[in-house]
């Protein structure tokens, strides 16, 4: 009866009068919702100036330089970060919470242990707090040999941009409440060795908070390369496909049932690429597949080891002679990361996007965890848990080689089936199910977003193993005959 029931009132609401899949074409973007656009378009790009100017005026700010020196050094550069998350908290009535998560390191960049620390501001959300976005920049800088603590290493844009894109996040966003919380973090220890990504990702999972999402911005501050080629309307954004967190057990389940390009930072890469185009900041998203630049790291790289998703952004662009360089000029040829290379207006649409992207994650619930079933059938299932706050889901699919979501329906909130009243026992969980009449489950990826009430909807998580927007856990061994 209970069954019976649970089946009627989903077909009810999960079965629209659909027997066909309906091809949704949209030729020109849908608009972002109006307040994303307006938290975004409060992005200053003086701010972001002023903020890259003070960076740079500590002289250096590499990881292994002096800690206790009043303005000059990666101690001064972290508390004077620490005085901006304090002013903004004291402006939203004490809405953050600042922490330095730290770990004395000793690696092959760190000769001696070292105490490596991150300046953090915690945005508490107001509806589901433990689901978390974090946006991160380095705020250590180099010269051309990471060991040199000394010279001069004005780090302008590596990575006193994202670290400028941190504090901004942080002064437009604390004026507004979030159902999820965000965090705002200046990492230091990137140049030797990744080390305040690995503090910031231990320190979440001892937390026990949920990593949604992890923003990485490293280098997003300049449109021109050394060979004068210029771009200042796309930004990278970069993403593993195949998760490495759980690679080893998920390999053989991925080879049977996809998922080569569906880790949740691939659906996380997606959903930044169609936010740019709805925001109409003039800045595209070039979605680059695969987790980093040709041999190169970053912080994010720290978040996906620990199972978290996460993407890098960095700009269209790179100049090799800008970074990691020490300031000089060599037959003709300026070397080094100095302020005067940077286009600020460029690293404002880049925030603005990061700061629409905070917030439309914040805003909206967590992606749900779909399955899919339909092998030797012409329909597919999906099926899928309730997600908290979600009013419906968005079930989504493509080809396998089509790179973003082509094909969706809108599914209605389940609900759930109590027993007789007075309820003798709790509600049973609402599941969520869809079948997708003559669509063959060879040949289409599927996913499945949560929609909030406002209409925020999440990421697409993939039907496909490890695309649950979680640490990976493989599936428990079917119980014993
Ligand atoms: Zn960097």
Same mark, same amino acid.
Request: hydrophobic residues 35%; charged residues 20%.
């Given at each position: 009866?209970?069954?019976?029931?649970?089946?009627?009132?989903?077909?009810?609401?999960?079965?629209?009068?659909?027997?066909? %899949?309906?091809?949704?074409?949209?030729?020109?973007?849908?608009?972002?919702?109006?307040?994303?656009?307006?938290?975004?378009?409060?992005?200053?790009?003086?701010?972001?100036?002023?903020?890259?100017?003070?960076?740079?005026?500590?002289?250096?700010?590499?990881?292994?330089?002096?800690?206790?020196?009043?303005?000059?050094?990666?101690?001064?550069?972290?508390?004077?970060?620490?005085?901006?998350?304090?002013?903004?908290?004291?402006?939203?009535?004490?809405?953050?919470?600042?922490?330095?998560?730290?770990?004395?390191?000793?690696?092959?960049?760190?000769?001696?242990?070292?105490?490596?620390?991150?300046?953090?501001?915690?945005?508490?959300?107001?509806?589901? %707090?433990?689901?978390?976005?974090?946006?991160?920049?380095?705020?250590?800088?180099?010269?051309?040999?990471?060991?040199?603590?000394?010279?001069?290493?004005?780090?302008?844009?590596?990575?006193?941009?994202?670290?400028?894109?941190? /504090?901004?996040?942080?002064?437009?966003?604390?004026?507004?409440?979030?159902?999820?919380?965000?965090?705002?973090?200046?990492?230091?220890?990137?140049?030797?060795?990744?080390?305040?990504?690995?503090?910031?990702?231990?320190?979440?999972?001892?937390?026990?908070?949920?990593?949604?999402?992890?923003?990485?911005?490293?280098?997003?501050?300049?449109?021109?390369?050394?060979?004068?080629?210029?771009?200042?309307?796309?930004?990278?954004?970069?993403?593993?496909?195949?998760?490495?967190?759980?690679?080893?057990?998920?390999?053989?389940?991925?080879?049977?049932?996809?998922?080569?390009?569906?880790? %949740?930072?691939?659906?996380?890469?997606?959903? /930044?690429?169609?936010?740019?185009?709805?925001?109409?900041?003039?800045?595209?998203?070039?979605?680059?597949?695969?987790?980093?630049?040709?041999?190169?790291?970053?912080?994010?790289?720290?978040?996906?080891?620990?199972?978290?998703?996460?993407?890098?952004?960095?700009?269209?662009?790179?100049?090799?002679?800008?970074?990691?360089?020490?300031?000089?000029?060599?037959?003709?040829?300026?070397?080094?990361?100095?302020?005067?290379?940077?286009?600020?207006?460029?690293?404002?649409?880049?925030?603005?996007?990061?700061?629409?992207?905070?917030?439309?994650?914040?805003?909206?619930?967590?992606?749900?965890?779909?399955?899919?079933?339909?092998?030797?059938?012409?329909?597919?299932?999906?099926?899928?848990?309730?997600?908290?706050?979600?009013?419906?889901?968005?079930?989504?699919?493509?080809?396998?080689?089509?790179?973003?979501?082509?094909?969706?329906?809108?599914?209605?909130?389940?609900?759930?089936?109590?027993?007789?009243?007075?309820?003798?026992?709790?509600?049973?969980?609402?599941?969520?199910?869809?079948?997708?009449?003559?669509?063959?489950?060879?040949?289409?990826?599927?996913?499945?977003?949560?929609?909030?009430?406002?209409?925020?909807?999440?990421?697409?998580?993939?039907?496909?193993?490890?695309?649950?927007?979680?640490?990976?856990?493989?599936?428990?061994?079917?119980?014993?005959?």
């Amino acid at each position: 009866m209970k069954k019976l029931l649970l089946i009627a009132l989903l077909g009810a609401s999960a079965f629209p009068a659909l027997s066909q %899949p309906r091809r949704t074409t949209a030729p020109a973007p849908t608009p972002a919702p109006a307040p994303l656009r307006a938290i975004a378009d409060e992005v200053s790009e003086a701010n972001l100036r002023a903020t890259v100017e003070r960076l740079v005026r500590f002289g250096t700010r590499h990881t292994l330089s002096v800690r206790d020196h009043p303005t000059r050094g990666i101690g001064a550069a972290l508390n004077w970060t620490e005085g901006q998350f304090r002013r903004f908290s004291r402006d939203c009535g004490g809405c953050l919470t600042i922490v330095r998560p730290s770990d004395t390191v000793t690696n092959r960049r760190i000769p001696t242990p070292t105490l490596v620390e991150d300046m953090i501001a915690i945005q508490r959300g107001t509806g589901d %707090p433990n689901r978390v976005v974090i946006i991160t920049g380095h705020i250590d800088s180099r010269v051309t040999d990471p060991m040199n603590a000394t010279s001069d290493a004005p780090g302008a844009n590596d990575d006193g941009s994202g670290t400028a894109a941190v /504090i901004e996040a942080a002064r437009v966003l604390s004026r507004h409440r979030f159902a999820g919380t965000i965090v705002y973090a200046a990492l230091s220890g990137e140049e030797q060795g990744l080390n305040g990504g690995k503090i910031l990702a231990d320190y979440a999972r001892a937390q026990g908070w949920r990593v949604e999402a992890n923003l990485n911005n490293d280098i997003i501050g300049n449109s021109c390369g050394a060979d004068g080629v210029c771009d200042d309307a796309t930004v990278r954004v970069f993403s593993e496909g195949p998760r490495w967190q759980g690679h080893e057990d998920l390999a053989a389940r991925q080879r049977s049932l996809g998922g080569e390009n569906d880790a %949740p930072g691939r659906n996380l890469s997606r959903f /930044i690429d169609t936010l740019a185009d709805q925001l109409s900041l003039g800045l595209n998203v070039r979605q680059v597949w695969r987790n980093d630049r040709f041999g190169r790291g970053g912080d994010h790289t720290e978040f996906l080891n620990a199972g978290f998703p996460a993407v890098r952004f960095s700009v269209a662009i790179e100049n090799y002679d800008w970074q990691h360089q020490d300031l000089r000029t060599e037959n003709g040829t300026v070397y080094g990361d100095t302020i005067d290379h940077m286009d600020f207006p460029y690293l404002r649409r880049v925030t603005q996007l990061n700061v629409a992207a905070l917030a439309a994650l914040a805003r909206a619930p967590m992606p749900p965890e779909p399955t899919v079933r339909g092998g030797v059938s012409t329909d597919t299932t999906l099926t899928w848990a309730d997600v908290r706050d979600a009013v419906g889901y968005m079930v989504r699919w493509r080809r396998t080689d089509g790179n973003n979501w082509e094909e969706s329906r809108r599914v209605g909130p389940a609900v759930s089936v109590c027993g007789e009243p007075p309820p003798s026992h709790p509600c049973a969980p609402p599941l969520n199910q869809t079948t997708l009449r003559g669509v063959r489950v060879d040949d289409w990826v599927f996913g499945v977003s949560s929609v909030a009430a406002d209409g925020s909807e999440s990421p697409v998580a993939s039907a496909v193993p490890g695309g649950a927007f979680r640490p990976y856990a493989p599936p428990p061994p079917p119980p014993a005959q």
